[in-house]
């Protein structure tokens, strides 16, 4: 697991598991894994009491989008089998008291931050998986087209033709015969998104869905990638981003930041 | 002006700063801050050698920016987009009236960008209206996430933002830059959205509008909406920096805007001084777009495109004919000692 956060823990603790559960939490922003963008800053376990600092990019990171990311570490820990209180905390940032405060007692966004507009953070946490959705679907017909398959092909295959051997996709289509067809991780990805949004992950699916779960035509395939290219350019280039901001924080924490 | 292989290229600096970020002007912490998150962003995406000691960034005067773009900078001309800040500077961040200081001096060097808050609703629209009589207006510079008296931010199709706008267009101006960037400081009301710009954009045919910084973190959503409103154009700004650190991703934003809006709907922008021109245009004017994505999306950044989105864009929004105000810049104070 790439990651290089400090974590202290009690003589003979297994960390394993507690990381891996922070892994799977993401910015919703960018659809990355805290843990890969550096955000976690470290990491302590004392007598079943877990305790995350977060550093995100700048003290000015959107109040929402870190609210949906402390709230998310806080509720992975408390998954964590022997965990049975979790702190949040948020350094520097801009809002880190009001934050602090709300996720470490439970309470919603709406309640911290009253007037705030929007109230729940439900719709956008919504619309960013939404997009994450297109990022990932992307990836995919990105390797499915640079491994040969044609837009007729890439629309008439099912969720049972895509298997993974070792770290790769395998399409075999009804009679065919398997094709390797670029990196499992991008296939899994897309098809964990797709159950968060509820679409159809049944054999006889289609593979290529739209975001209500209707298959394309190969006609529509071609304007349906540029969009979801777009998307994937927009996250991607807005990680790197906070990724240059980040860096310089842990390049230098006494500057200015 | 830059030069390329005997070519002139014009060049319009579509976003650029005369600031005071000097802590005697802080009225509370977030000025401090503010001007912080703007080194992080100056330090981490500029050149090593480019950066600035944090005191510099904070104000570095007149002589200091007139080198900065017009001496070695290749830039001819400056829009300088008014950001007023007032809750957290006490004489406001960069002002019309700070920036007047400059445009002043180098009239035909600056295009002055003036503004207005919808939510002043009646009670600025003599201000409103005094600005545009006592300055020197181009434009307008608009700032859809400032604070005020407890709201975080407005959007451009609040009723209130339609009369200014109406009044603007009214009062001749042709060109609204929009600030919707990486997002700094908007709460729940996502304030750098930009889906409202498509309702003005709808709503107002005869105005344009300029969004800063493509939208982003909002790329995706900036290009959907420019790609159907003809009146909506892209400032480069913050993308330009990727030049440098990330220049797959440079190559990737460009392609895309160029797919999507074409090559004469994207505007040249600086931030100065968050980002210097000088090596912006010399990282651009040495870049090409990677073969993989010319093909891939049937785009390509000539130095015909790039002479567009260097001056020619914006020239063309703010009617400036480039070869008449060539010899006019040729002539002022600092034409003329460029020339010697």
Redesign the interface.
């Known amino acids: 697991m790439p990651h290089n956060v400090p974590c202290d823990f009690p003589p003979g603790y297994d960390g394993t598991e507690i990381l891996q559960r922070l892994e799977r939490v993401l910015d919703p ?1 960018l659809d990355e894994s805290v843990l890969h963008l550096g955000f976690v800053g470290a990491l302590r376990v004392r007598a079943g009491h877990a305790d995350v600092a977060l550093q995100l ?9 870190a609210y949906l990311m402390a709230e998310d570490v806080r509720h992975a820990l408390l998954t964590v089998e022997g965990i049975r209180r979790a702190t949040v905390r948020l350094g520097d940032h ?1 809002a880190a008291a009001e934050i602090e405060a709300a996720v470490n007692d439970g309470r919603p ?1 709406a309640e911290a ?1 009253p ?5 729940s ?1 439900a719709a ?1 946490r919504l619309t960013f998986q939404r ?1 994450g959705f297109f990022g990932r679907q992307e990836r995919l017909l990105r390797d499915l087209r640079a491994t040969g398959h044609s837009p007729a092909t890439i629309c008439a295959l099912r969720l049972g033709d895509a298997s993974v051997r070792n770290d790769t996709i395998v399409i075999r289509r009804p009679g065919g015969v398997p094709v390797e067809s670029g990196s499992a991780e991008v296939l899994l990805r897309y098809l964990e998104r797709r159950a968060e949004l509820g679409l159809d992950r049944s054999p006889a699916a289609p593979l290529i869905v739209d975001l209500d779960g209707a298959p394309l035509s190969a006609e529509r395939l071609e304007a349906h990638y ?2 979801a ?3 994937r ?2 996250m ?3 990680g ?2 906070c990724r ?2 980040l ?3 842990d390049a230098n924490p006494a ?3 | 002006m830059y030069t390329h292989d005997g070519h002139d290229l014009f060049v319009i600096d579509g976003h650029m700063h005369f600031w005071d970020a000097n802590p005697e002007n802080w009225r509370t912490k ?1 000025g401090e ?2 001007i ?2 703007f ?3 100056h ?3 500029s050149p090593a050698e480019e950066v600035w000691p ?1 005191d510099k960034f904070c104000r570095y005067g007149e002589a200091v920016l007139v080198d900065d773009l017009f001496r070695n900078g290749y830039v001819d001309m400056g829009t300088l987009n008014s950001t007023y800040l007032y809750e957290f500077y006490k004489n406001g961040f960069n002002s019309h009236a700070q920036n007047n200081v400059i445009k002043t001096k180098y009239p035909n060097r600056f295009l002055l960008c003036g503004s207005f808050d919808p939510r002043d609703e009646e009670a600025g629209v003599d201000a409103f209206r005094s600005m545009m009589a006592d300055y020197p207006i181009n434009g307008l510079k608009l700032y859809t996430a400032e604070w005020k008296d ?1 709201s ?1 931010g407005w959007r451009l199709n609040d009723p209130w933002a339609y009369k200014y706008l109406a009044l603007a267009q009214e009062l001749g101006i042709k060109n609204i830059h929009v600030h919707k960037g ?9 304030a750098f959205d930009v889906h409202d710009v498509d309702y003005a954009a709808t709503d107002f045919p005869e105005l344009n509008f300029i969004v800063e910084h493509v939208g ?5 959503d900036f ?1 959907w909406i420019a790609a159907q409103e003809s009146n909506v154009y892209a400032g480069l700004s913050v993308a330009m920096a ?1 030049v440098h ?2 220049p797959r ?1 440079f190559g ?2 460009i392609a ?1 805007l160029l ?2 809006l074409g090559p004469d709907k994207l505007c040249f922008g600086s931030d100065y001084a968050i980002w210097s021109p000088k090596w912006l245009i010399e990282k651009f004017m040495a870049y090409q777009l990677p073969e993989d994505l010319k093909q891939e999306y049937h785009v390509d950044l000539t130095l015909d495109v790039k002479r567009k989105i260097l001056g020619e864009n914006m020239a063309r929004l703010y009617g400036i004919d480039v070869a008449a105000q060539t010899a006019i810049l040729s002539r002022d104070g600092i034409g003329a000692r460029l020339a010697g």
């Open positions: 922003e990019p700048t003290a000015w990171c959107a109040v929402n989008f801009c966004f931050f007037g705030e507009g929007a109230g953070l956008l997009k540029q969009t290219r777009t998307v350019v927009a991607e280039a807005n790197s981003f240059a901001l860096s310089l924080r500057a200015p930041a | 977030y801050s503010w912080k998150c080194y992080a962003f330090s981490s995406l944090f407890g975080r990486p997002t700094v400081y908007p709460l729940s009301a996502d982003l973190p909002r790329l995706d290009c990727f650190l990330r991703y990737e934003i895309n797919f999507w």
